[in-house]
């Protein structure tokens, strides 16, 4: 395709942004080196469309090719804050600023505007953890509200910042300035909300509702679920600081993030072992639940959902959510072809068996291959464990993309209570959803079993081959890798004075709480590897390398390295060997998942750990109260060893450095 093509293409309302940006990059990659177009248009869209993260990827890419471009750098930076990366915006819109600011600079009226606002807008973001910046980000609006040629859009967010910087006075000023020029021939989404919001800083609420239904319908047909999405999290904020806005009535057309799990069909092993029927390989009984699991995603209003793919249960609500057009996700717990013979089709040949290996791969076929995610990419070898794992990443996968779009997540069981649940099956599921605070709509498997009367249960399923097993314990755990940025520049004559310092550092940081809480520890010059039983102490132990709050810290300035810290930390959770380790006799851990820590530490800016998405996710999903989890984009890992999504760790209240 041509450019004309594809911008043609991807100007229409019904297409897909992430999809045609799979369908256009071949392996010819020239057309888009150095094409400023392309790289604007798709950032574009995908943040149009909800897709920060696809966008924040691209535009970083773009950026090697544009380094002068303005417009792509304040898109990479409004990827950055609409992913979740306020900090990492910040970073890049800084040294564009003073430039936006300037009298006599040349940037195009528009962009200057949209700079100085996106600055409003991240301090907005920072203010959530640090309210000293309410009156900052109120400031920063103020001044792009200002600038020659600006519209209302940094005048109504500086009117609902200086309502949240307690500015009552100032921010009804504002909003009926608003209000007195706001364009009806504007966007046809954002002038109504625009409008919309100054009405309710007016305490004109009738008038605000019918806007924001304006606004709704226009983000549905034109698919701007994105921007949707940021409309509903403004009236959040609203209705916090006491202006009483309900943003409920978006979540109809929003819909909701569901994840699922359910028991599978019955397989041959739990059969020949006599335990009580619970899902038999009956086509009534499967049609029924396929019709109920159906009914309550209606229900819910369904829009994005999260589950595995084996057999029964899994299976059929991937179907019903492809069936509703919704955005589906998948999470398999470990390689393909074990997780077939464990969950699908159990290496049988029959018919009834087919089947399902035949809706495994058609369901995979109507997804994009990035919706499909694995625990690990390794055999099963009989950790049981994976399946547990990987229901909590899914869980945890469900609440990031949940907090993307401002509404809290669901979950869809398919349980039967009556007979007893297995680690890292649908009740130990629920059980740890349940846990977590979140709400849970059931379907009862022996209520809808018992309506569909007298079942046919096949005995005559063959047994299938042993699948192999691993003799070394797999435990999960959670890896660490750090190091300092620009070590090996040290001078020779500094180096002693450096290593006592920083041996200081790191025995002091081994005696806090969660320095205790280590399953093991090695050093060598500056590399830390520390492996922890839990994401969350893995975290705050990375926090503490980063911004101590008991150890004081080695002058990092005098031995000529990046302050605040120098650390490049990488996290990531999996399952791994144990093993003795040689030299010290003590349990070791190794295995990809070790490796794959390794690999993201490189890959991390100095002041920072990265984490991988298995343990965002399970971070997000156990301790989003402590810390703020901010994806960066795709990355690509030391030594290509790989390229994937990777997220910023950071403490959910700033210790003031």
Known sequence: MTEHDILDLLARTETSAERLLDECRGPDQKLWQGNAKLYRAFTQKLLTQGFPARALDLAREGQEYLRDDLELHFLLALAARRGG?????????????????????????????????????????????????VTESAEWYTRAAELPDADTYPLINAATMWRLAGDEERSRTLAEEVIRRNAPEGDPLWSPATLAEAHLLCGNHEEATQLYQQAVTVALSQNRLGELASLRTNIELLRQAGVTADPAFLDEHLGSVVTFSGHMIDSPERVRAGHPTRFPNDPRLIAAVGRAIAEQLDRMNAKIGFSSLACGGDLLFAQAMLARKGELHIVLPFAQHDFLRTSVNFGQPGEAWRKWRAMFDEVLDAIPPNRVRYTTVEPYLGSNELFGLSGRVQQGLAVMRA???????????????????????????????????????????????????????????????????????????????????????????????????????????????????????????????????????????????????????????????????????????????????????????????????????????????????????????????????????????????????????????????
Not at 93 to 116: C, F, H, M, N, Y
Not at 467 to 493: C, H, M, N, Q
């Open 403 to 657: 907090r993307e779009r401002g509404t809290v997540p669901q979950a869809l069981l398919l349980v039967d209570y009556s007979s007893a649940g297995q680690a890292g099956g649908t009740q130990s599921f629920a059980k740890v959803w349940h846990n977590a605070g979140y709400q849970a709509h059931e379907i009862h498997l022996n209520a809808i079993r018992e309506s569909v009367g007298e079942l046919v249960i096949s005995m005559n399923e063959k047994p299938a081959a042993p699948i192999p097993t691993s003799k070394l314990k797999r435990p999960v755990k959670s890896v660490l890798f750090a190091d300092v940025a620009g070590f090996s520049r040290i001078p020779e004559w500094m180096l002693s004075d450096f290593l006592e310092d920083y041996s200081r550092f790191l025995k002091g940081t081994m005696t806090t709480d969660v320095g205790q809480r280590l399953t093991y520890a090695n050093t060598w010059g500056d590399g830390i590897y520390a492996v922890f039983d839990s994401v969350t102490d893995a975290a705050a132990f990375a926090l503490e390398l980063l911004e101590p709050l008991t150890v004081a810290e080695p002058d990092w300035a005098h031995y000529e390295l990046a302050a605040p810290s120098p650390f490049r930390i990488g996290l990531h959770t999996g399952p791994v060997f144990e093993l003795p380790d040689l030299f010290q006799g003590r349990s070791a851990f190794g295995g990809q998942h070790v490796t794959r820590a390794a690999r993201i530490e490189p890959a991390t800016i100095p002041g920072c750990a990265y984490a991988s998405e298995p343990f965002a996710a399970l971070l997000m999903r156990e301790a989003s109260a402590l810390f703020h989890i901010e994806s960066v984009g795709l990355h690509s890992l030391a030594k290509e060893y790989d390229r994937c999504p990777l997220y910023r760790i950071a403490r959910a209240v700033s210790v003031g450095r």
């Open 85 to 133: 990366n306020p900090r990492y915006a910040q970073a890049i819109l800084e040294p564009l600023l003073p430039q936006a600011l300037d009298p006599g600079t040349s940037i195009p009226a528009k962009l200057r505007v949209d700079l100085v606002a996106l600055n409003g807008s991240i301090l907005k973001i920072l203010s959530r953890t640090n309210p000293v910046l």
